[in-house]
C-alpha cells in the first residue's frame, strides 16, 4: 500500500509518499481501501509539528489524514455492522493519507447513498466540528443570530447550512470576492467581504444588538472584536487559530506566531459573568473517545444529506502523490469547499496494490 509519511516537521518537501505493508486488522477493526481522502488544515499544522494532539499521541513519524472513504477489504473477527465489499466513509486520528485505513469499527460508517466517493471523503471533519460546536456545545434557539469567521472554507460552509437548518440568521465572512457567492448560495442571510468592506461596521450595522454565536478560527486577528460584539448571554465559539500561520511558502515564522501568541486575548471570568458573556473552545481530535457524541453526530448528518437538506462541500481533488500541491492550495486561504486526495490510483495512473 501507499501512504504519505512525514518524517520530520516541516516544508512540503516533508510529505513523502511511501510503500508500506498492508495492516492486518484487529478482532475489532476494518480494512478499508481508500478511494479518497480528505485534507484538512490540521494536517497542514501536523506537518509543521504544531498540532497538539499529534505531537502528545503520535510524535514522528506520521500520516496525517482524519478522514476517507472507500470499500472495505477486510473485517475484525467481532466486526458486524459492515462487510468486504461495503461502501464506507470514517474519521481516524491520523493515518488518513493513505490507499490503506485500519480503524476502529466504531468509526466506520456505510457511505450515504447520495455521495460519491471523493464528495464522502471531504465530508465528516468539516461537518462533526460545525455539528459538535453548533449542536453540541451551545443552546440553540430559533432566529438567533450568528457570525461565522471563515465562511467559504470546509468547516464555515458546513456552519453556515447547519444554521440554515435551524433557522438561525447566520452571517457569514470571507477573505476575498470571489467567496461572496459560493457562501450567499449556501444559505447565508448576508456576507461580510473583508477584502472590500470594514468587518466590524459592517458586522455592527448587520446586527446592531450583537450576535448570540460567533464562530472563529482565526485567532488572535478577530478574537476580542469576536467577543466585543457578542449580545450579553451570546458565546463565541473558538475552534482554530489559523491567522498565527503563514499563508505562503511552506514553513512557519516563528517570530510571527509567537508574537501572535501573545495577542491572544486573556478573558476575565468576572468580566464574564457580569457581561453575561460566554467562550467555548473545542478540538475535535481530542474527541475520539466520546464515541456517543460521535455516533449522534454522523447519524444525523447521514440522514440530513440523504434527504438533500444539507449539501456536501465543493470538492477540489488532487491524486495522492500531489499531496504537496494540495496542502500549498490550502495554506493559501482561498479555496472554498474542501480538497481532497484521490487514492484509488494514487500515483496517477492504474495501480493494483502491492502488499
Ligand atoms: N477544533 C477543531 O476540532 C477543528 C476541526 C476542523 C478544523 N478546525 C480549524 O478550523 C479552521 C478552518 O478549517 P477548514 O478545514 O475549514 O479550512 P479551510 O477550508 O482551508 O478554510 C479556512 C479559511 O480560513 C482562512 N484562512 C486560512 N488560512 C489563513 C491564514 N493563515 N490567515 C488568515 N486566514 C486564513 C481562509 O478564509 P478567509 O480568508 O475567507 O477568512 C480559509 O478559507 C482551521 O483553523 C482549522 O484548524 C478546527
Known amino acids: ?13 516533508q510529505l513523502k509518499l511511501e510503500s508500506h505493508p498492508v495492516p492486518k486488522p484487529g478482532d475489532r477493526q476494518v480494512l478499508v481501501r481508500t478511494e479518497a481522502v480528505g485534507v484538512n488544515y490540521a494536517d497542514v499544522c501536523v506537518r509543521w509539528g ?36 461495503d461502501p464506507v466513509f470514517g ?18 460508517w456505510p457511505k450515504p447513498q447520495t455521495l460519491d466517493f471523493e464528495a464522502a471523503a471531504g465530508f465528516l471533519a468539516v461537518y462533526l466540528t460545525a455539528y459538535h460546536g453548533l449542536l453540541q456545545n451551545v443552546v440553540i434557539r430559533p432566529s438567533m443570530s450568528v457570525l461565522v469567521h471563515s465562511a467559504g472554507g470546509g468547516v464555515g460552509s458546513a456552519l453556515i ?10 452571517i457569514g465572512v470571507v477573505g476575498g470576492s470571489h467567496k461572496v457567492e459560493y457562501v450567499r448560495q449556501l444559505g447565508a442571510n448576508a456576507v461580510i467581504d473583508k477584502s472590500t468592506q470594514s468587518l466590524w461596521l459592517e458586522a455592527k450595522r448587520l446586527c446592531p444588538d450583537g450576535y448570540d454565536l460567533v464562530f472563529d478560527a482565526n485567532g488572535p486577528e478577530t478574537l476580542a472584536q469576536s467577543y466585543a460584539h457578542l449580545k450579553p448571554t451570546g458565546k463565541l465559539l473558538i475552534y482554530g487559530f489559523h491567522t ?34 460566554g467562550v ?3 478540538n475535535l481530535s481530542f474527541l475520539f473517545a466520546r464515541i456517543d457524541l460521535l455516533h449522534t ?9 440523504e434527504a438533500g437538506s444539507i449539501q456536501a462541500p465543493k470538492v477540489c481533488s488532487f491524486v495522492l502523490k500531489d499531496v504537496a500541491q494540495a496542502h500549498r ?15 484509488a490510483s494514487p500515483l496517477g495512473e492504474s495501480y493494483s496494490p502491492s502488499h
Open 1 to 13: 500500500m501507499y501512504k504519505v509519511v512525514v518524517h520530520r516537521a516541516g516544508g512540503y518537501e
Open 297 to 305: 453526530a454522523v447519524s444525523d448528518l447521514t440522514t440530513w444529506i
Open 280 to 282: 467555548v473552545a473545542f
Open 91 to 108: 474519521v481516524t486520528l491520523f493515518n488518513g493519507y493513505s490507499t490503506h485505513v485500519c480503524a476502529p469499527a466504531d468509526l466506520v
Open 329 to 343: 492550495t490550502l495554506e493559501a486561504g482561498e479555496t472554498t469547499g474542501k480538497l481532497v486526495l484521490r487514492t
Open 161 to 170: 447550512q447547519l444554521c440554515k437548518l435551524h433557522n438561525l440568521h447566520v
Open 50 to 85: 504544531v498540532y497538539e494532539s499529534a505531537r502528545r499521541l503520535v510524535g514522528w513519524p506520521i500520516t496525517p489524514g482524519f478522514e476517507y472513504s472507500g470499500r472495505v477489504e477486510e473485517v475484525g473477527h467481532k466486526v458486524t455492522h459492515v462487510r468486504p465489499g
Open 244 to 277: 498565527l500561520l503563514p499563508k505562503q511558502g511552506g514553513r512557519i515564522n516563528y517570530l510571527k506566531a509567537v508574537l501572535g501568541m501573545l495577542r491572544v486575548p486573556r478573558f476575565n471570568p468576572l468580566l464574564m459573568t457580569s457581561e453575561n458573556k
